[in-house]
């Protein structure tokens, strides 16, 4: 079935590790997508990608870091976990800016950061 | 300063009866708006989309009204379902080169009772 994967699905991680969240899509789309969604905040954009090759900040970028080796995959780094980074986050992706290019989303990692 | 603004966190509606979820933005460049549907630990999935050349959009229940001269458009679901209840996220983005992200607001909780 065509779409996004991430994961893990859920991770518990002690304050100061180092973590990647993997995401993975089959859609042949250009742009990529890493959002956390937060109680009361909504979606928030960490990081983008327009296509294969280059990277973005969005709205909430410190502590993250992201990479686009290729079209299909693009993983969320978090090179010294802080217990604010507790958050679901959704990776998604988008045929291209066009108006008819929603944004797909996968199921969403949770992490919880102790 | 927050460009999205869904200002009632939740809703709660009779089900047959109308659901009428509201948006405000405060960027004069957003127009193209989306409207997402989230169950729990699912991902985001688009619902209704609308651009800035039109007042209304239309999609089986679901309608988008666009009023731009106020910045505010709403999402009306009609006859509103028990299947239905969800998180409803408003989101915008201004065209132009490399616009590809989205800026959502905090969402709307929707139960509809049966």
């Known amino acids: 079935i065509a779409g996004i994967t991430q994961a893990p699905t859920s991770q518990i991680l002690a304050a100061g590790r180092r973590m990647t969240l993997r995401c993975t899509q089959d859609?042949?789309?250009?742009?990529m997508y890493w959002y956390r969604q937060d109680l009361g905040l909504g979606l928030r954009l960490i990081h983008y990608s327009n296509t294969a090759g280059t990277t973005g900040k969005g709205e909430v970028p410190d502590g993250y870091s992201v990479s686009r080796a290729n079209t299909d995959d693009f993983p969320l780094t978090l090179a010294s976990a802080v217990p604010s980074q507790t958050s679901v986050y959704f990776c998604?992706?988008?045929?291209?800016?066009?108006?008819?290019?929603?944004?797909?989303f996968g199921n969403g990692t949770r992490l919880t950061v102790t | 300063d927050q460009q999205v603004k869904q200002n009632s966190p939740s809703l709660s509606v009779q089900e047959g009866r109308i659901s009428i979820l509201n948006c405000d933005y405060t960027n004069s460049m957003f127009d193209y708006f989306l409207w997402y549907k989230k169950y729990p630990a699912e991902g985001p999935t688009f619902l209704i989309s609308?651009?800035?050349?039109?007042d209304k959009n239309e999609d089986g229940r679901f309608t988008v009204f666009l009023n731009k001269s106020a910045k505010h458009l709403s999402l009306h679901i009609v006859p509103s379902q028990p299947g239905d209840s969800a998180v409803y996220f408003c989101a915008a983005k201004a065209s132009g080169a490399g616009s590809y992200q989205l800026t959502f607001g905090k969402g709307t909780k929707l139960s509809v009772i049966p």
């Open positions: 609308i651009s800035s050349i039109k």
């Open positions: 998604a992706s988008s045929a291209g800016a066009s108006y008819n290019s929603p944004l797909h």
């Open positions: 859609m042949r789309h250009n742009a």
